[in-house]
């Protein structure tokens, strides 16, 4: 029998007082809730997974959902997480690049706040702020243990590692070198908010990784911060690792408290060649004798340039090959008779455009870049089902925790929004966000249900200077125009362009956003009228 949390907490709590009367309830409480009422939290955050790459989107349940067509992705245990968990078929990355997303999970702030409003790499000062309460230290604080697997990309890197990639923590020899030019590794300390496990995994190689670990065991013997490269997909030795995890043979957890995981895989990001490919998946299922050549039936949107998306097969391997080692780990949890009280929450930091307007990997304001996939799947907690509710990037962290029955303790810094009650009853259509606040390094803009709003300044997207005027602004109707081909001036739609204009300057407002603060644009963003 399924509960939904507000009432199985109810439950439990009058199991405590009605067994231990009520002088011992609060004293047993803690104890209790860490064996009886908490739920395990794994969050797995693909890189660079467009929403519509899964297989479920083509069923009858899920087709009407779908913006345009969906990919003909084989991923069996994703389709299965959908079926037994609420798919949120509206889930967008406000910023679809990889630092500025993850930042926004990791603190369920927006990048004025939390510090991060690029990609993390060298010569750039991006770097998530020490003393934000992130998602890991609250779970934490709360007595979880937690555990951090796969790529980062949250701090800039600094050059304090020795020739052979070893963290030596000073610039000075036999310091001074860098590890990666993105993504860096990170040592002990305030920059891993309270993760107690650590296993890192960073470089775009995914046969080929560089992997750090505070888990002598996994590293071949390795201390935290010496450079282990196992030369093994990347996806595949996180699993391993992660159900060592979960078995807990070495005590690398506490078996008394929950769990809260992260899992950060890195494909399907680019590099899309057969050396980064999980080949086994290419040849059972995309290779030429599924898909005789690369061509509308492998990538099915009409606004892709075919020649463009070459890569195709490579980046649907690999997708499949994630589902594959996701769905080993999830046998570990059922094997283990915990996955019915584990919230699995499976999403990813942005999507992939794979030839949609003539353009590859993401960083552009269309929904290839932007649309993720986002399900919870909790069998004691939450009944199937869907839910078209508009769910951003720093929405994720409020929501889990309040999933998990931390609302009272999440922090007010967080801006993000509590949309677990969508979560609980997915039918729900009152209060409902209306919008969602879009950003580039040169646009902002905002997605409604059915429109996208977009403002471009006259500068490159990693310029350091303002823009001086706007290069362009149109709105898309995604209703009429699912493939975001007809850029609609406002001058076409007053009335629409006006309401959303004055929607957008409240959502740059309670975003603290750079815009609001200097009332860029203001003979256009009318800022006067926010209240």
Known sequence: MRYTLKYSYALVCLFIVGFLGCNSAKSQKKELDNKIVKPNVIIIYPDQL????????????????????????????????AKNGVVFTRAIANYPLCSPSRGMLL???????NGIWNNARIGRDDDLKEDITSITNLFHNEGYDIGYFGKAHYIKPVPEFNEQGDYVGTQEDPGGHYVNDYDTYVPPGIDRHDIDYYYQVLKDQHTNPLVYSNDPAVVDGNEDGELYQPHEFSTKIESETIIEYLKNNRNQRNA?????????????????????TDMEEYHKHYDTDKYPSIDSSLVVRPNADIEVA????????NVTSIDKYIGRVLSQLEEMNVLDNTIVIFTADHGEMMGSHGLTDKNVLY???????????????????????LLGSPDIYPTVASLAGLKEQ????????????????????????????????????????RYTLVLRENKKQWDEQDGTKIAEAYIFDNKKDP?????????????????????????????????????????????????
Do not use: C
């Open 256 to 276: 008394d408290n929950p769990f809260f995981m992260l899992w950060s895989i890195n494909p399907p990001h680019s590099p899309w060649d057969d050396a980064n």
């Open 50 to 81: 467009r929403r519509y790459s899964a297989g479920f989107w083509s069923e009858p349940e899920y087709r009407d959902e779908v913006i345009g067509k969906p990919d003909p992705a084989i991923t069996p245990t994703i389709d299965e997480l």
């Open 310 to 317: 070459s890569y195709a097969r490579n980046y649907f391997a």
């Open 107 to 113: 603190s369920g702030m927006y990048p004025e706040q």
């Open 483 to 531: 493939y975001q081909t007809e850029k609609v001036p406002f001058e076409e739609r007053p009335e629409l362009s006006a309401k959303l204009l004055k929607e957008l300057a409240i959502k740059l407002k309670e975003a603290n956003d750079p815009w609001f603060q200097k009332k860029k644009y203001k003979d256009l963003i009318p800022y006067a009228k926010t209240k």
């Open 410 to 449: 999440t922090p007010e810094a967080v801006e993000g929004k509590d949309l677990s009650a969508f979560a609980a009853n997915p039918q729900k259509n009152d209060t409902k966000p209306e919008s969602i606040l879009l950003m580039l390094g040169n646009s902002r803009g905002l997605q409604t249900k």
């Open 367 to 389: 929904t290839e870049a932007m649309a993720v996939p986002f399900i919870v799947h909790w069998p004691k907690g939450l009944k199937p089902g869907k839910t078209d509710v």
